[in-house]
């Protein structure tokens, strides 16, 4: 009697439809999806598995490859591969689910959960955390600078909480600005636990895998904890394939544990709003200056050849994974892969447009000279971009970039815009604009100016940075000499991150900071010669 229906029945009928075996793709859609998989679908290599529903029924899931090169293993559209930082909205959805039942609110302060993070003046709610807007360093880049990168050793999610509560800086005022940090998933999970008293892998097999009949999918908080069908990660260099499977137990970031069919399961769920969270999950952030970006919580809404999209990727060890939504098209598209050379986000679009309404053709541009040339830095962060001049357009950092309109050019991270007045901009695929200034590059700076010892104020880490005629090196923990390359005066590159010395009023090195893509001006003082 569907009038006695209750919500959980309704959940579980919708996981038993998208848990059947999968009609056929009409027309020729299973040979075109094919053809995309095939450099994956030999005897030889690891693959993926990919599951398209239309209309909350899946239409077409199959494998290619193998789950197990070692013994021979076929892969399956049940194999269990692990999401990567697709995994993060099941993490921003139990944080939901708690502000649903009256448990905390987004507009909390993560200190009232999470004392132990450092009073930084301004405060961080739980809402700038699920959107990457909170200021919180990247984990694994203070990892890797303490010489442990990601997936060196074995993490825990308290070993997270331990090094954010000794960062005495943020890389930028919470709300500020977007970047990507999985710090704030992994104190998330711990929250999780806190409020609810349920780790995050029981809160989401008791609230969200089980109702909802995603029955091939944990979390990953104990990476050896067998789990049967699950394929392991490979990655490749010039020798061949190797194993990269993932040894980390923090999880919340990633660690998400699954198959295609359950990741339908999951976005026909959130296409229904089961769970009551779906608006919320994919509400875009809007950052303190009053502008809305691409990152709501954990998901991504985006336009693909300008339709909506709802969208995340991910990539951990070997592993690679995306799964996206078109809700006007109740089009479902989950993808994931134990191979690591798989680009996932352009395969998934290759496979969504095989299924989409066909996109109006682009009218070509043809940029005219003069170009523009020179080295700018970036307002915020210091790194630099080289753009150079070429007969028929211009290079950024050496690759040829694609005209979009006048002034304005497809590129890497955003497209770049160069204004009348010679300033330079990068609007980024989440809807920041970033600012440039030009800068003078130096070649060969005295290297006596900048060698000595330097002791990291919020790491148990000190760098040693050391020079003579042929250059400057800089050594961290259990790592090689690094090569420093000159950039503009005072700051040099390295395959570190960026270098940058600070003088005193004298003119004297005093210190150094080190940033890269993920964490800002970690400082260093100068401790001996």
């Known amino acids: 009697m569907p009038a006695l229906k209750s919500p959980l029945i309704a959940a579980l009928l919708a996981g038993a439809a998208l848990s059947a075996p999968a009609i056929a793709a009409p027309d020729d859609s299973a040979a075109r999806v094919d053809a995309i998989f095939a450099p994956w679908s030999g005897g030889a290599s690891p693959g993926c598995a990919i599951g398209v529903a239309k209309n909350g029924k899946p239409i077409l899931q199959r494998a290619y490859g193998l789950a197990d090169l070692e013994l021979d293993v076929r892969a399956t559209p049940a194999s269990i591969y692990e ?170 970031n990633g660690g998400l544990l699954t198959t295609v069919g359950d990741l339908l399961i999951w976005n026909e769920a959130l296409d229904r709003n089961t769970l009551g969270i779906s608006e919320k999950l994919a509400t875009r952030a809007v950052l303190n200056d009053g502008k809305p970006i691409a990152y709501a919580a954990g998901i991504v809404q985006l336009e693909h050849e300008g339709l909506q999209e709802i969208a995340h990727s991910g990539a951990t060890g070997g592993y690679r994974a995306w799964a996206a939504r078109y809700p006007a098209q109740k089009l479902s598209i989950a993808l994931l892969c134990n191979a690591g050379e798989v680009n996932s986000t352009e395969i998934g679009h290759r496979v969504a447009d095989i299924f989409l309404p066909p996109a109006a053709p682009a009218k070509p541009y043809v940029a005219k000279g003069p170009f523009p040339s020179g080295l700018y830095a970036e307002v915020r962060t210091g790194f630099p971009l080289r753009i150079a001049a070429t007969a028929d357009g211009i290079t950024a950092d050496g690759r040829a970039l694609k005209p979009v309109s006048p002034g304005r050019w497809d590129a890497p991270g955003g497209d770049l815009i160069f204004g009348k007045d010679g300033s330079l901009s990068r609007l980024t695929r989440e809807g920041i604009m970033v600012a440039f200034r030009k800068v003078e590059p130096v070649a060969s700076p005295a290297a006596a100016d900048f060698t000595g010892r330097f002791a990291s ?50 003119g004297k090195v005093t210190g150094l900071k080190v940033s890269d893509g993920r964490a800002y001006n970690m400082a260093f003082e100068r401790s001996g010669n």
Request: glycine share 10%.
């Open 457 to 506: 104020i919020d790491n148990p880490v000190e760098l040693v940075v050391s020079g003579d005629g042929n250059g400057i090196a800089i050594n961290r923990p259990g790592w090689p000499p690094l090569k420093l390359t000159p950039s503009y005066k005072d700051v040099f590159v390295s395959e570190m991150g960026l270098i940058s010395f600070v003088r005193d009023g004298a």
């Open 83 to 252: 999401a990567g930082s697709t995994s993060k909205q099941f993490a921003a959805a139990a944080l939901l689910m708690l502000e649903r039942d009256g448990k905390l609110s987004l507009d909390d302060d993560v200190r009232k959960y999470i004392p132990e993070l450092p009073d930084y003046g301004k405060t961080i709610q739980l809402r700038h955390m699920v959107s990457h807007i909170s200021g919180l360093r990247d984990w694994g880049s203070v990892a890797a600078l303490e010489g442990w990168p990601r997936n060196s050793r074995t993490a825990t999610n308290d070993h997270v909480l331990e090094i954010a509560r000794r960062q005495k800086g943020l890389n930028f005022a919470p709300g500020d600005h977007y970047l990507y940090s999985n710090t704030n998933f992994n104190l998330m999970a711990i929250i999780v636990q806190r409020v609810s008293g349920q780790t995050l892998a029981e809160f989401g097999r008791k609230r969200m895998f089980e109702p909802l009949g995603m029955t091939h999918t944990q979390w990953r908080d104990d990476h050896a904890r067998l789990v049967p069908g699950r394929a392991k990660a490979y990655d490749r260099n010039a020798d061949g394939y190797y194993i990269d499977n993932v040894i980390e137990d923090a999880y919340g």
